[in-house]
T-cell receptor, first 115, second 115 residues
Framework: GAGVSQSPSNKVTEKGKDVELRCDPISGHTALYWYRQSLGQGLEFLIYFQGNSAPDKSGLPSDRFSAERTGGSVSTLTIQRTQQEDSAVYLC?????????????FGPGTRLTVL | DQQVKQNSPSLSVQEGRISILNCDYTNSMFDYFLWYKKYPAEGPTFLISISSIKDKNEDGRFTVFLNKSAKHLSLHIVPSQPGDSAVYFCAASGRGGGSNYKLTFGKGTLLTVNP
């Protein structure tokens, strides 16, 4: 069985451009999370999806960040008008849901570099 | 305000000896704790977890200890092997449903096991 996949693995963009990052969760996982890891920092929560809805967007750092999930599966994280401080590794995780404690399985991440 | 702290950025041990990684937390609402292991260019992989109703959980060479009164947990690896060399992240989650299951991570400890 495939794990969580993310694309692209690396993205270099110029300041001010928009970028879109994709996450394919493990089939059957209803919960999906986005995190990011900036240099020298731990993983920082961004947004959580249960199915297609996002009950917790509290970690999104600004209104330039948005995310959606369709069909209870694939999710995209969009960053508009990228800034240099957006440079980080963006990680996606999925789990069976939120009833009880469920292990979150992480993808390999997308390394975003904003020049 | 860091709610999960790993105060040692790095640790070096000899093969065969014990590795002890420490983690402190401040939020008394956390009641589930996890350790993740991360190799370069890969996503974090789940290692071991512990619920707040326990003070110890063991899985093979890995044991996690939880001291709730001190808000402290530790990961013991015995015996340490060179393949254990990686960054270890401590993470915590709150009780209840929904996005309380989002993980709050420490900054990680780089473990190096020398042959």
């Amino acid at each position: 069985g495939a794990g969580v996949s993310q694309s692209p693995s690396n993205k270099v963009t110029e300041k001010g451009k928009d970028v879109e990052l994709r996450c394919d969760p493990i089939s059957g996982h209803t919960a999906l999370y986005w995190y990011r890891q900036s240099l020298g920092q731990g993983l920082e929560f961004l947004i959580y999806f249960q199915g297609n809805s996002a009950p917790d967007k509290s970690g999104l750092p600004s209104d330039r960040f948005s995310a959606e999930r369709t069909g209870g599966s694939v999710s995209t994280l969009t960053i508009q008008r990228t800034q240099q401080e957006d440079s980080a590794v963006y990680l996606c995780a999925s789990s069976f849901g939120t009833r009880g404690y469920n292990e979150q399985f992480f993808g390999p991440g997308t390394r975003l570099t904003v020049l | 305000d860091q709610q999960v702290k790993q105060n040692s950025p790095s640790l070096s041990v000899q093969e065969g000896r014990i590795s002890i990684l420490n983690c402190d937390y401040t939020n008394s609402m956390f009641d589930y704790f996890l350790w993740y292991k991360k190799y370069p260019a890969e996503g974090p992989t789940f290692l071991i977890s512990i619920s707040s109703i326990k003070d110890k959980n063991e899985d093979g060479r890995f044991t996690v200890f939880l001291n709730k009164s001190a808000k402290h947990l530790s990961l013991h690896i015995v015996p340490s092997q060179p393949g254990d060399s990686a960054v270890y992240f401590c993470a915590a989650s709150g009780r209840g449903g929904g996005s309380n299951y989002k993980l709050t991570f420490g900054k990680g400890t780089l473990l190096t096991v020398n042959p």
